[in-house]
């Protein structure tokens, strides 16, 4: 009885793993043959040509067409690949030039690493809906500057008063505190002149769209609203959830939340998918600040690249603080389920890095 083998999925190293049958080449063919494979009659009777052939075919080597399995996404391949374009296209748009000391502070802090999750977050949004990296890149390098200028400004001796961000110096602390705020501003000042000017293939609507929804997002009622909060409420006895949610969904998520819709904006959504993204986002934004309000108490500095422990001395109220570090990680885990109802009805192979960039900022070590 002959045997069909086949050979085994194999799993490549691109960006998804696709599946592949072996060469048919390497197939045996089912049918047998007789080695007996002519005789012949007597001469002037008529000739017979007998070909003995046995076919066996049995029901488990019945060839049937293989239906195609579902890609898979390969995660840590998708952001090394989006943080190298990211950090490029940040590295092309804030150049060393004149006044030397002021773009030195920029770069030092924009250039010093980190995850890039704003950014590739606003590009993961704009791919989702059709767009591409080149339409969403200026936004995805605007958020990473405004989010690089509340970090340098976060640090400072009047805000948070700490000395290491992503296990380096702070700004203030290599360049001076006049210099750090003024690396800050520029920044800020910067990043809404770049998705601007930079933006091309959109239609002009939807870029005054994105930036209309920025200026929001860091303003008085969306950034600045969460840290004003933040710091009338240190050394309080009592502080309700409804308290300690209104300032991290603003200080913390409202960043993440207009990374995301700048993106969907770009990238062609409807308003219907625009406030879809909008609520995973929010999601996903108090997710980020839950997860790191854990990480703050359980991990140490070098593990977290930053000073660890640092809310607990300033007496902040934190999501362990409040409701303990079980009870948080259990609704860390509700606000990931809560993102990911929102993606329902996505495509699933574009939704794939939105759920597993959820998936990460859930299941973060530093």
């Not at 086949?6 to 592949?20: E, T």
């Not at 600040?289 to 500095?301: E, F, G, H, P, R």
């Not at 009870?327 to 495509?347: H, N, T, Y």
Request: aromatic content about 6%; glycine content about 6%; some cysteine.
């Amino acid at each position: 009885m002959s045997t069909v083998n086949l050979s085994s999925w194999v799993q490549s190293c691109s960006m998804f793993n696709h599946s592949g049958r072996s060469n048919s080449a390497n197939l045996f063919h089912p049918l047998k043959f007789s080695p007996n494979l002519v005789s012949s009659s007597k001469p002037g009777k008529h000739i017979t040509s007998s070909f003995q052939i046995l076919a066996v075919l049995t029901k488990e080597d019945t060839l049937k067409p293989e239906e195609p399995k579902p890609q898979k996404f390969d995660f840590k391949d998708y952001m090394i690949s989006k943080a190298n374009s990211v950090n490029q296209a940040l590295e092309s748009a804030v150049s060393l030039k004149e006044p030397l000391k002021i773009h030195e502070s920029m770069r030092y802090s924009l250039l010093a690493g980190g995850k890039r999750v704003r950014p590739i977050l606003c590009v993961a949004a704009c791919e989702l809906l059709g767009g591409n990296e080149s339409i969403s890149m200026p936004a995805a390098c605007g958020m990473e500057m405004i989010h690089t200028m509340s970090l340098i400004h976060d640090d400072l001796p009047c805000m948070d008063n700490d000395d290491l961000r992503r296990g380096n110096p702070t700004n203030h602390k290599v360049f001076g505190e006049d210099v750090a705020v003024l690396a800050g501003d520029s920044l800020l000042a910067f990043a809404f002149e770049h998705i601007a000017t930079a933006t091309v293939g959109v239609p002009p609507a939807r870029i005054v769209w994105a930036v209309g929804e920025l200026a929001r997002a860091i303003g008085a009622e969306g950034l600045v609203a969460g840290q004003v909060v933040d710091i009338n409420s240190e050394g309080l006895s009592h502080v309700e959830l409804e308290h300690l949610e209104f300032i991290h969904e603003h200080k913390t998520a409202k960043l993440l939340e207009a990374s995301v819709v700048l993106g969907a904006i770009l990238g062609g959504g409807s308003n219907e998918d625009v406030e879809k993204l909008r609520k995973f986002a929010r999601c996903i934004g108090l997710l980020f600040q839950v997860v790191d309000d854990i990480l703050d108490v359980t991990k140490s500095s070098q593990e977290l690249g930053k000073t660890a422990g640092k809310d607990l001395v300033a007496d902040k109220v934190t999501f362990p603080k409040l409701m303990g570090i079980d009870k948080s990680r259990e609704f860390a885990e509700k606000l990931k389920r809560e993102a990911e109802e929102q993606l329902v009805g996505f495509d699933p192979l574009r939704a794939a890095p939105l759920i597993a960039l959820s998936n990460y900022i859930a299941y973060r070590q530093n």
